[in-house]
């Protein structure tokens, strides 16, 4: 089975900090994603990477970067975090459109900014 | 743009009864692909069903079938004779690309109650 590991499943930082989000996926996925959650509003994209070193700002992405030095690897970045960020981020990975079936979804990582 | 639109924020029935989740999509491109994911109390998605645009036919699976009308832009989930199992909350999710980058609708909670 594809996994996508998210390194904390909880975490409360302060403002002003920066934060990282580790993803690690095991099947060699092209494709990685960062998503935020938040009630009514779905899930909405902050950056994605379809290749090392490779990056696009999806819907939301200010306020945030990423860094993809690995395949495996897709890490998201507050860079000075704030209150308004406080929310479930989801890391995904898939392939290729043309032979995906779905993206692979993390269990997920509730960031609290106090 | 894409946009995914769940009307349901919210639906509860007893259990065993049927229920149909609504999903409507607007995109301008001719090729596109339309997901389900379901979202248990645990937070990881799970990959439900993918349709191809081009690719109208009805889909059942077990208890669960998919309605895609490209007339109405519309691609509606219909859980048969639900079970508290089926409690979660439901996203219609749509993409058009090469780089999948899914749009989410904002999602239905669905609670199935004994």
């Known amino acids: 089975d594809v996994k996508v590991t998210q390194s904390s499943r909880y975490l409360v930082k302060r403002t002003g900090e920066k934060v990282f989000l580790e993803c690690v996926q095991d099947?060699?996925?092209?494709?990685m994603f960062w998503y935020r959650q938040d009630p009514g509003l779905g899930l909405r994209l902050i950056y994605f990477?379809?290749?090392?070193?490779?990056?696009e700002k999806g819907d939301i992405p200010e306020g945030y970067s990423v860094s993809r030095e690995k395949k495996e690897r897709f890490s998201l970045i507050l860079e000075s975090a704030s209150t308004n960020q406080t929310s479930m981020y989801l890391c995904?990975?898939?392939?290729?459109?043309?032979?995906?079936?779905?993206?692979?979804f993390g269990s997920g990582t509730r960031l609290t900014v106090v | 743009a894409q946009k995914v639109t769940q009307a349901q924020t919210e639906i509860s029935v007893v259990e065993k009864e049927d229920v149909t989740l609504d999903c409507v999509y607007e995109?301008?491109?001719?090729?596109?692909?339309l997901f389900w994911y379901k979202q248990p109390p645990s937070g990881e998605l799970v990959f439900l069903i993918r349709?191809?645009?081009?690719?109208?036919q009805n889909e059942i699976s077990g208890r669960y079938s998919w309605n895609f009308q490209k007339s109405t832009s519309s691609f509606n989930f219909t859980i048969t004779a639900s079970q508290v199992v089926d409690s979660a909350v439901y996203f219609c999710?749509?993409?058009?690309?090469?780089?999948?980058?899914?749009?989410f609708g904002g999602g239905t909670r669905l609670m199935v109650k004994p």
């Open positions: 995904a990975s898939s392939l290729p459109i043309d032979r995906v079936y779905g993206y692979t």
């Open positions: 099947m060699d996925h092209e494709n």
């Open positions: 990477s379809y290749d090392v070193k490779m990056k």
């Open positions: 995109t301008r491109d001719t090729t596109y692909y």
């Open positions: 349709r191809n645009s081009f690719d109208e």
């Open positions: 999710a749509l993409t058009y690309n090469a780089g999948n980058m899914l749009t």
